[in-house]
Structure formats: structure tokens, C-alpha cells
């Protein structure tokens, strides 16, 4: 059975750094595509960015530039680096797995994380 953990949320002020991890068990890590996104008190899941198998990655345009998304497929470990946080980067982030590529889609995701709470401070 494929289990999505991520940890490193928590509470920031606005300018700070955090960096999500998300561990992957019980699948082939390395080949999958891993896709991050987060969800808003309120509003619809969106993308942040994934990352293929290759190590090719693609970031929203609300994060191109602060985020970075990388992996290390020795430790089946997924990583969103953030940077420069803003008020409205909080959110609950999730990390979420399919073969092979990314996708902006949520539904094209076979399986998710439970979420890890970002808060960002002004």
C-alpha cells in the first residue's frame, strides 16, 4: 500500500523559509512524478509545482522563483523548498504521486498525502 507523509509545516513570518519534506513508501519511487499543492481555508486544491521522474520540475507562476522543488530517490523523499513567504501561501500542502510526470491536475493523481499546515505571519 503507497503512504504519502509530509512534515515541515508550521508557523512563519512573512519573508521566512520553510522546507516540506514528503516520504514515500510502499511504491517505486522513483518513478514517479510528485506533485505538491496546497488548499486555502475556503477555496479549491491548487498546484505549487511537481516534479517528474527525470528531475524535470514545473512551478505555478504564483511560486516560480521562491519555491523549489527537488528529490532524492535513495531516500524516496520529495522536497518543497519555500522561500520569501507571503500571507497567502498559507495554506494546508499536500504531496501527491502518479507515474512517471507531474501533472497540474489534481485528479490525475493516484495518491495523497494527509497535508501539512503552513501559516505565514504579516
Known amino acids: 500500500q503507497v503512504q504519502l507523509v509530509e512534515s515541515g509545516g508550521g508557523l512563519v513570518q512573512t519573508g521566512g523559509s520553510l522546507r516540506l519534506s514528503c516520504v514515500c513508501s510502499?511504491?517505486?519511487?522513483?518513478?514517479?512524478?510528485m506533485g505538491w499543492f496546497r488548499q486555502a481555508p475556503g477555496k479549491e486544491r491548487v498546484i505549487v509545482g511537481y516534479?517528474?521522474?527525470?528531475?524535470?520540475?514545473y512551478y505555478a507562476d504564483s511560486v516560480r522563483g521562491r519555491f523549489t522543488i527537488s528529490r532524492d530517490n535513495a531516500k524516496n523523499t520529495v522536497y518543497l523548498q519555500m522561500n520569501s513567504l507571503q500571507p497567502e501561501d498559507t495554506a494546508v500542502y499536500y504531496c501527491?504521486?502518479?507515474?512517471?510526470?507531474?501533472?497540474?491536475?489534481?485528479?490525475?493523481?493516484?495518491?495523497w498525502g494527509q497535508g501539512t499546515q503552513v501559516t505565514v505571519s504579516t
Open positions: 501527491a504521486s502518479r507515474k512517471l510526470v507531474g501533472s497540474v491536475k489534481p485528479h490525475e493523481y493516484d495518491y
Open positions: 510502499g511504491d517505486t519511487f522513483s518513478n514517479d512524478g
Open positions: 516534479i517528474n521522474w527525470t528531475g524535470n520540475t
